[in-house]
C-alpha cells in the first residue's frame, strides 16, 4: 500500500467497538468495528443493485470520517454515493453464499492507481465486510504539462533506448500516482506492455543475477511487458512494474488413453474430429498443442495435436502431459474453489509443449514452463535418447496457472510484497493442488511433499520447499526482509516468508494435537483472500484479509476464534502481523 493511503477494515463479526455504527475516523492502518449492517432500503433505479447496495455500505462507513480530503468521498444525498469510486467488478461465491463488489477510487474520472475498496454483502446485500485503500492526496493536477509524445520520449530516455522502440506502444492513459506524503498525488500517464525493461533489469538478465525460479530464461524476459507511469509535469518515471508473472458449445468429449512423459498410463478427455482425434476437451475447454521443437518465438501450430486413434502413440507424451496436468488443475478448481477455469468464465486454457529457444545456448532444449500471452509454454531437456517435457511436474503446472487465475482476480502488481505474494500464492496452490491429486493421502499433510519443481532448482536440488525455505538459502522470517532492486523487488525471493507461513497454517494444530484446518478449507480460503486483494498489498495486508474471510467462512462461535487464533499464530511465526 503506497505511504499515504488511508486504510479501512470492517467486519460485522468483530466485537462492536461502535455501535452507532460509524467507524472513528480513516486513518494509516485504522480498523473499524461496528455491529452488523442492513441492507440499504433503496437503490438507485438503472443501477446493479449489488452495486448501489455496496455504495451505500461504504457511505455509511465513511459518515463518520471527519477529514476534508476524503469529503468526496462521503456522502452526496445521492443513493449513489460515494461517486468517486469507479465498479471493477461483481463476483458472487458458492463458497460464502456472499457477493464480492470491488471498486477503484477515480478523480475527476480519471483511476486512481492502486487504489481499492471492496464491499462484501450476504444473501440480502446486508454488510458482511469491508476493505479499503484510498488516496487522502487533496488537490491534484487536472491538466498533463507534458503530452503524450514528450512522456514518451521521456520514458525512452529513462530506459535508455531510440524513441522508435516505443512507435508500437499504445497511447497511454491517465491516472493519479500517489507518490507519497511530500509529493502527494501525481498526474501520471500510463504507458501499459512496454516491450522494454529497465536498465536495472536488464543488466541483471545480462549478468545472469535474475533467474527465477532457477530455470532457463523464461520469453517474458526477452519478449518484455512492462507497465510505466510517467509524471505527466516533469517527465520523471514515476513507478514501473512488469505484467508477467472460447469454449465451443455443443460438442462432446471423446475418451482417450496414453502414456504421459513419466512413462505412467491416463485417460483423458479429446474429441473425434472425422478423421483423427483431438487434443482438444471441449468439457474442460483445455487444448494442447505440439511445437516439436520449434522456437516459442515462431508461429503456433493451427490445430491441437492429432492422433489417428483413440490410444495415443508414444510420441504424444508431452502432450499427454500438458493436457491431463491442465486438465487437473481446471478439476481441482471446479470441485474445490467452485471456480469455472482460469478467468471464472471457462476461458479455453491451451497448452503448447516441446517449445524450445533459438536464442538460447542450446536451441534445441528451453529449460522452463511459464504462463504467458494467455497460454501455458513447456520446455524440454534431454533425458538420454530422448526429450522430457516440463509439463510433467504438476506442481509446476498449477504453480503457472494460478499465475493466469491472480490475473484475472486480484491482478497483483509484479513488484515487491504484491509480487511476492502473486509468486507465494502460485507456490501455494502448486502444492495444494500437486497432493491433491498425488499424494499418498491427500488429507493428510504428513504425507505431502512439499518441494515445487523436485530436482529442477541448482545441484539437483527444489526450485523452492515451502517446509523449510532456508535450506534451499531463502528467508523465513520479515526481520530478514530488507528491500532491494533486483528480482522486481525480491518476487521470487522473499515469497518463501509468505510460504512459510501458509505451511504453518496447513499443519496448525490445536490444543489436542489435531490439524486446524483441512487441506481443502486452506484452499478455499487462500483462494478468497486472493480475490479480495488490492494490486498493490502487502503481506500484512494480505493476513488482514484472510483473517476476514476466514471469519466470514465459519458460522460457528468457537470454530471461528480457533481458527482465526491458529492463522494469527502461523503468520506472527514469521513476523506478519496486522498493527493498528
Given at each position: 500500500?503506497?505511504?499515504?493511503?488511508?486504510?479501512?477494515?470492517?467486519?460485522?463479526?468483530?466485537?462492536?467497538?461502535?455501535?452507532?455504527?460509524?467507524?472513528?475516523?480513516?486513518?494509516?492502518?485504522?480498523?473499524?468495528?461496528?455491529?452488523?449492517?442492513?441492507?440499504?432500503?433503496?437503490?438507485?433505479?438503472?443501477?446493479?443493485?449489488?452495486?448501489?447496495?455496496?455504495?451505500?455500505?461504504?457511505?455509511?462507513?465513511?459518515?463518520?470520517?471527519?477529514?476534508?480530503?476524503?469529503?468526496?468521498?462521503?456522502?452526496?444525498?445521492?443513493?449513489?454515493?460515494?461517486?468517486?469510486?469507479?465498479?471493477?467488478?461483481?463476483?458472487?461465491?458458492?463458497?460464502?453464499?456472499?457477493?464480492?463488489?470491488?471498486?477503484?477510487?477515480?478523480?475527476?474520472?480519471?483511476?486512481?492507481?492502486?487504489?481499492?475498496?471492496?464491499?462484501?454483502?450476504?444473501?440480502?446485500?446486508?454488510?458482511?465486510?469491508?476493505?479499503?485503500?484510498?488516496?487522502?492526496?487533496?488537490?491534484?493536477?487536472?491538466?498533463?504539462?507534458?503530452?503524450?509524445?514528450?512522456?514518451?520520449?521521456?520514458?525512452?530516455?529513462?530506459?535508455?533506448?531510440?524513441?522508435?522502440?516505443?512507435?508500437?506502444?499504445?497511447?497511454?492513459?491517465?491516472?493519479?500516482?500517489?507518490?507519497?506524503?511530500?509529493?502527494?498525488?501525481?498526474?501520471?500517464?500510463?504507458?501499459?506492455?512496454?516491450?522494454?525493461?529497465?536498465?536495472?533489469?536488464?543488466?541483471?538478465?545480462?549478468?545472469?543475477?535474475?533467474?527465477?525460479?532457477?530455470?532457463?530464461?523464461?520469453?517474458?524476459?526477452?519478449?518484455?511487458?512492462?507497465?510505466?507511469?510517467?509524471?505527466?509535469?516533469?517527465?520523471?518515471?514515476?513507478?514501473?512494474?512488469?505484467?508477467?508473472?472460447?469454449?465451443?458449445p455443443g460438442e462432446l468429449p471423446t475418451r482417450c488413453s496414453g502414456m504421459d512423459d513419466d512413462g505412467s498410463p491416463q485417460q483423458f478427455n479429446g474429441h473425434f474430429a472425422g478423421e483423427r482425434y483431438v487434443l482438444w476437451d471441449p468439457h474442460s475447454n483445455l487444448r494442447t498443442f505440439d511445437l516439436a521443437g520449434g522456437d516459442l518465438d515462431g508461429p503456433l501450430p493451427t490445430s491441437p495435436a492429432t492422433s489417428p486413434g483413440d490410444e495415443w502413440p508414444a510420441e504424444a507424451r508431452a502432450a499427454i502431459s500438458a493436457h491431463v496436468n491442465a486438465g487437473r488443475v481446471y478439476d481441482f478448481c471446479?470441485?474445490?474453489?467452485?471456480?469455472?477455469?482460469?478467468?471464472?468464465?471457462?476461458?479455453?486454457?491451451?497448452?503448447?509443449?516441446?517449445?524450445?529457444?533459438?536464442?538460447?545456448?542450446?536451441?534445441?532444449?528451453?529449460?522452463?514452463?511459464?504462463?504467458?500471452?494467455?497460454?501455458?509454454?513447456?520446455?524440454?531437456?534431454?533425458?538420454?535418447?530422448?526429450?522430457?517435457?516440463?509439463?510433467?511436474?504438476?506442481?509446476?503446472?498449477?504453480?503457472?496457472?494460478?499465475?493466469?487465475?491472480?490475473?484475472?482476480?486480484?491482478?497483483?502488481?509484479?513488484?515487491?510484497?504484491?509480487?511476492?505474494?502473486?509468486?507465494?500464492?502460485?507456490?501455494?496452490?502448486?502444492?495444494?493442488?500437486?497432493?491433491?491429486?498425488?499424494?499418498?493421502?491427500?488429507?493428510?499433510?504428513?504425507?505431502?511433499?512439499?518441494?515445487?519443481?523436485?530436482?529442477?532448482?541448482?545441484?539437483?536440488?527444489?526450485?523452492?520447499?515451502?517446509?523449510?525455505?532456508?535450506?534451499?538459502?531463502?528467508?523465513?522470517?520479515?526481520?530478514?526482509?530488507?528491500?532491494?532492486?533486483?528480482?522486481?523487488?525480491?518476487?521470487?525471493?522473499?515469497?518463501?516468508?509468505?510460504?512459510?507461513?501458509?505451511?504453518?497454517?496447513?499443519?496448525?494444530?490445536?490444543?489436542?494435537?489435531?490439524?486446524?484446518?483441512?487441506?481443502?478449507?486452506?484452499?478455499?480460503?487462500?483462494?478468497?483472500?486472493?480475490?479480495?486483494?488490492?494490486?498493490?498489498?502487502?503481506?500484512?495486508?494480505?493476513?488482514?484479509?484472510?483473517?476476514?474471510?476466514?471469519?466470514?467462512?465459519?458460522?460457528?462461535?468457537?470454530?471461528?476464534?480457533?481458527?482465526?487464533?491458529?492463522?494469527?499464530?502461523?503468520?506472527?511465526?514469521?513476523?506478519?502481523?496486522?498493527?493498528?
Amino acid at each position: 500500500m503506497p505511504a499515504s493511503f488511508l486504510s479501512l477494515r470492517h467486519h460485522r463479526l468483530d466485537p462492536a467497538a461502535n455501535v452507532s455504527g460509524a467507524p472513528t475516523g480513516l486513518r494509516a492502518g485504522a480498523v473499524s468495528a461496528i455491529a452488523p449492517v442492513p441492507a440499504p432500503a433503496a437503490s438507485d433505479p438503472g443501477m446493479d443493485p449489488d452495486e448501489a447496495a455496496a455504495r451505500r455500505h461504504l457511505h455509511d462507513l465513511l459518515v463518520g470520517v471527519a477529514r476534508p480530503e476524503l469529503r468526496s468521498l462521503r456522502a452526496t444525498g445521492s443513493a449513489t454515493a460515494p461517486p468517486d469510486l469507479r465498479r471493477q467488478r461483481i463476483e458472487p461465491s458458492e463458497l460464502t453464499k456472499t457477493t464480492v463488489v470491488v471498486f477503484e477510487q477515480v478523480r475527476g474520472a480519471l483511476p486512481v492507481f492502486g487504489s481499492h475498496a471492496l464491499v462484501e454483502l450476504d444473501e440480502n446485500r446486508g454488510l458482511v465486510s469491508a476493505s479499503a485503500e484510498l488516496c487522502g492526496s487533496s488537490q491534484p493536477a487536472t491538466l498533463p504539462t507534458l503530452g503524450v509524445e514528450r512522456a514518451r520520449e521521456r520514458l525512452a530516455r529513462h530506459l535508455e533506448i531510440a524513441p522508435d522502440r516505443l512507435a508500437g506502444v499504445a497511447p497511454p492513459s491517465l491516472c493519479y500516482f500517489d507518490a507519497g506524503a511530500v509529493a502527494g498525488l501525481r498526474l501520471a500517464w500510463h504507458f501499459e506492455d512496454v516491450p522494454a525493461a529497465p536498465v536495472a533489469t536488464r543488466k541483471e538478465l545480462e549478468d545472469r543475477q535474475q533467474d527465477g525460479h532457477d530455470l532457463g530464461p523464461s520469453p517474458r524476459q526477452r519478449r518484455f511487458s512492462f507497465d510505466y507511469l510517467v509524471d505527466s509535469e516533469d517527465g520523471n518515471v514515476l513507478y514501473h512494474y512488469s505484467r508477467a508473472p472460447l469454449a465451443f458449445p455443443g460438442e462432446l468429449p471423446t475418451r482417450c488413453s496414453g502414456m504421459d512423459d513419466d512413462g505412467s498410463p491416463q485417460q483423458f478427455n479429446g474429441h473425434f474430429a472425422g478423421e483423427r482425434y483431438v487434443l482438444w476437451d471441449p468439457h474442460s475447454n483445455l487444448r494442447t498443442f505440439d511445437l516439436a521443437g520449434g522456437d516459442l518465438d515462431g508461429p503456433l501450430p493451427t490445430s491441437p495435436a492429432t492422433s489417428p486413434g483413440d490410444e495415443w502413440p508414444a510420441e504424444a507424451r508431452a502432450a499427454i502431459s500438458a493436457h491431463v496436468n491442465a486438465g487437473r488443475v481446471y478439476d481441482f478448481c471446479r470441485v474445490v474453489l467452485k471456480r469455472d477455469g482460469i478467468d471464472g468464465k471457462g476461458m479455453t486454457v491451451e497448452s503448447v509443449v516441446n517449445c524450445t529457444s533459438l536464442a538460447d545456448r542450446s536451441p534445441d532444449e528451453w529449460h522452463n514452463a511459464v504462463w504467458f500471452q494467455n497460454r501455458m509454454w513447456y520446455g524440454r531437456a534431454k533425458d538420454g535418447d530422448r526429450y522430457r517435457s516440463y509439463a510433467r511436474y504438476l506442481d509446476v503446472v498449477a504453480h503457472e496457472l494460478t499465475h493466469g487465475i491472480t490475473e484475472h482476480t486480484s491482478n497483483l502488481v509484479y513488484r515487491d510484497q504484491s509480487g511476492a505474494l502473486n509468486e507465494s500464492f502460485s507456490d501455494i496452490f502448486g502444492v495444494l493442488i500437486c497432493n491433491y491429486w498425488l499424494a499418498p493421502a491427500r488429507d493428510d499433510v504428513s504425507t505431502w511433499s512439499w518441494d515445487i519443481g523436485p530436482g529442477l532448482g541448482k545441484n539437483g536440488k527444489p526450485l523452492r520447499d515451502m517446509s523449510d525455505p532456508a535450506r534451499l538459502g531463502y528467508p523465513v522470517h520479515m526481520r530478514e526482509y530488507v528491500r532491494m532492486v533486483r528480482d522486481e523487488g525480491g518476487v521470487h525471493y522473499y515469497s518463501s516468508i509468505h510460504n512459510k507461513a501458509a505451511y504453518n497454517v496447513l499443519t496448525a494444530t490445536d490444543d489436542t494435537s489435531k490439524r486446524v484446518f483441512s487441506p481443502e478449507e486452506v484452499a478455499v480460503l487462500y483462494y478468497l483472500t486472493l480475490g479480495r486483494l488490492d494490486r498493490m498489498a502487502t503481506f500484512e495486508k494480505a493476513l488482514a484479509v484472510l483473517l476476514n474471510v476466514t471469519k466470514t467462512y465459519y458460522g460457528n462461535a468457537a470454530k471461528r476464534e480457533r481458527n482465526t487464533t491458529a492463522i494469527a499464530r502461523a503468520y506472527a511465526d514469521v513476523g506478519i502481523v496486522v498493527r493498528g
